[in-house]
């Protein structure tokens, strides 16, 4: 099966912006502009990274400098996400505790091939994954600490130390950033079919070879946003990756 630019792909591409905007104006969500705006990014961003990969994938080594550049635009985006730009680097090290073993496991043992056109996509995925629960799980501790600034407060005054107190607030929280990427592992292939899968047919791959795929990428998943909520949870525990307000809240 082969999905190739032309008017049926533009025609289904308008059709199905126009009844977003509808959809976003009939219901009173009001997210109609940011749509069209997203969606206008998707197609220029996809776009460009198609022809930069295109030019990069017969070098192992131009390859390798895709994924960092892909790295690096993560963790911009997280940070600012969660409202702490300034911290980026620690947010980086948390996102690399994460996409380094996973990416180097799966290519040292050969599942994958170490060729640009396999590392780019696999890499790819780790990390807009690994990106998704660090912004997930700042969103919700960083949220937390602000309305249980008291709790906090009477941790402290019970003995405890700024970590503890801490952990007392977010320990709760950290899971829930995994948990939508558990419940897209326990219902693959009965309620979903993700991308990897879809990907390798579209490309002409068995049903097997798909799964197999797909199978690969929840496991990579997995591990990955594991390793990352925990390095991140430790990080915000010692207070070293949070937002400015909280950096100067929570004092010992």
């Given at each position: 099966m082969d999905v190739s630019p032309g008017w049926p792909v533009y025609l289904c591409l308008a059709v199905l912006l126009v009844v977003t905007l509808l959809a976003n104006r009939l219901s009173g969500v009001g997210l109609g502009r940011q749509s069209a705006v997203a969606g206008a990014r998707a197609v220029v961003?996809?776009?460009?990274?198609a022809l930069v990969i295109t030019a990069v994938?017969?070098?192992?080594?131009?390859?390798?400098?895709?994924?960092?550049?892909?790295?690096?635009?993560?963790?911009?985006?997280?940070?600012?996400?969660?409202?702490?730009?300034?911290?980026?680097?620690w947010a980086a090290a948390a996102m690399a505790c994460g996409v380094v073993p996973v990416v180097a496991i799966v290519l040292a043992t050969?599942?994958?091939?170490?060729?640009?056109?396999?590392?780019?996509?696999?890499?790819?995925?780790?990390i807009g994954n690994?990106?998704?629960?660090?912004?997930?799980?700042?969103?919700?501790?960083?949220?937390?600490?602000?309305e249980e600034h008291g709790q906090y407060e009477a941790s402290l005054s019970?003995?405890?130390?700024?970590?503890?107190?801490?952990?007392?607030?977010?320990?709760?929280?950290?899971?829930e950033g995994i948990v939508p990427s558990l419940d897209q592992v326990r219902t693959s292939g009965i309620v979903t079919l993700p991308g990897a899968f879809i990907g390798v047919?579209?490309?002409?791959?068995?049903?097997?070879?798909?799964?197999?795929?797909q199978v690969l990428v929840l496991?990579?998943?997995m591990a990955t946003q594991s390793i990352t909520a925990g390095v991140q949870a430790a990080l915000i525990r010692r207070r070293l990756l949070l937002p400015a307000d909280l950096g100067l809240a929570l004092v010992s």
């Open positions: 961003q996809l776009s460009l990274v994938v017969g070098s192992l080594w131009l390859s390798f400098l895709a994924v960092g550049a892909m790295f690096a635009m993560a963790v911009a985006t997280t940070s600012k996400r969660v409202g702490a730009p300034r911290t980026w680097p050969g599942a994958v091939p170490l060729t640009g056109i396999a590392v780019i996509p696999i890499a790819g995925i780790v690994t990106m998704t629960v660090h912004t997930l799980v700042g969103r919700r501790t960083f949220a937390a600490l602000r019970l003995g405890l130390t700024s970590s503890q107190a801490i952990d007392e607030i977010i320990a709760r929280r950290v899971p047919m579209l490309g002409g791959g068995s049903a097997v070879q798909a799964a197999t795929a496991f990579a998943i």
